[in-house]
């Protein structure tokens, strides 16, 4: 396309963890109308989760400029700063925080950025809580066929506006197709840092994957880890199974190991996990994929939601040989696309960001579902956990600065944000246990 039909748009990336950092600017760029040039600012909202330098580098996700906000800082910059698109990849209560923020913001203003949310990966629990907490963006990102009707069907339930859904599919799916194994053979635990929680099931997992890794010395078999002791993820992880395999005598073909997912997909043979979004990642590339059934299929593992994908299966089973077949309707229905067809499938939300952009006299105020009227008793305190008033302006008081923290403020802002984690990992873990004695 000539230089003189191209648009620069600016789009702004608003996340609280790793994951959702990864989610959001992936989105952003696949989302920009065609004829767009892109300019991606990033911004990480304070809070336990932030991402750490490695964990941005392994996300391997490029921005023009990146840096950490307040909620309040960021609400100050986008009152300053033009931009046309605003991704916010936040946890529900965050969206709905910066929603209300925005709206204050942008309420004497003639223009404002198209705002759009989403999931970051498969939504097996609250479901309706997300979805309302993100109603009001402009574009409420739908994953997949499936979560697209689910979706609207919430909206029209409650008797809201449900035309903000739009089906697209998880941004970060691509690589090359898997095409016969590899040599040595290997198998890929893709680990999580909350699913299972207790110390038995997650000791039994990798027992189960240390026995399997004896059972074939031939083959190489990773633990996926992804993230190191210390760090947060979307999820708190208590008990990280780098620790528990300080325990064992491990074979020498077993190696735990970090890095960018797709990079240890492409020498992949076998992914095995619980209910990891990597086992959709997977599936995109047609790697043999098996969602284990160890544990049981449950709600609070997440594997249910794989329940007609013809990858449930049993460490017994996959010790005897079983490869699984995958269910093609179920895996079109989940946004995984492996037929060819994955880079249509963000047209519908390009075209639509598109009209919105080109919408003469601008866009109109935000309108979330939650107000002061309709939830009186839940959504002030939803607001206040981000310092912001019921009516979305900054609370006195609020956290936040005219400039960048200097040299002492930045070394104490470290130290109580390690003093939290730890508290988080360390002593909340034993002080849970000493109440089940």
Known sequence: MPASATKSRRIAVLADSDTRWKWGALTANRIAPDDSDIHLDG?????????????LQEVGVQADSLREVTAVEFLRTMGEEPYDILVLALVGGGVQAMLHG???VWEDRTSRPVVVTGYVGVVYEKLADGLLLRHGADLVLANSRQDADRFRAVYEGVGTDASSVTEVALPFLGGAAYTGEHDPYTVVFAAQPSVPENRRDRTYLLNRLVQHARRHPQREVLLKLRSKPGEHTTHIEELPYQKLAQKQDLPPNFRLVY????????????????????ALESLHRRIPTVVLTDLGVREALGNHHFVGSGCLASWDQLDAGHRPVPDEEWVARQGVVADGSYERAFDAARERIAKLLDRPGGLPPLTPYYTPA???GYLPGI???????????????????????GPVRQVVRRAARGAYR??????????????EL
Not at 44 to 53: E, H, K, Q
Not at 386 to 403: C, E, F, R, S
Request: proline share 12%; hydrophobic share 35%; no cysteine.
């Open 43 to 55: 911004y990480l909202l304070r809070g336990r989760a932030t991402p750490t330098p490695r964990q």
């Open 102 to 104: 925005l709206k204050r």
């Open 259 to 278: 890095g960018h997912m797709g990079e240890v997909l492409d020498r992949t043979d076998l992914l095995v996990t619980i209910s990891s979004t990597a």
């Open 374 to 376: 309709t939830a009186p």
């Open 383 to 405: 607001l206040a956990r981000h310092h912001l008033g019921p009516d979305g302006t900054p609370l006195p008081g609020a956290p936040a600065a005219d400039k960048e923290p």
């Open 422 to 435: 730890h508290g988080v990992q360390r002593v909340a873990p034993v002080i849970r246990r000493m109440g």
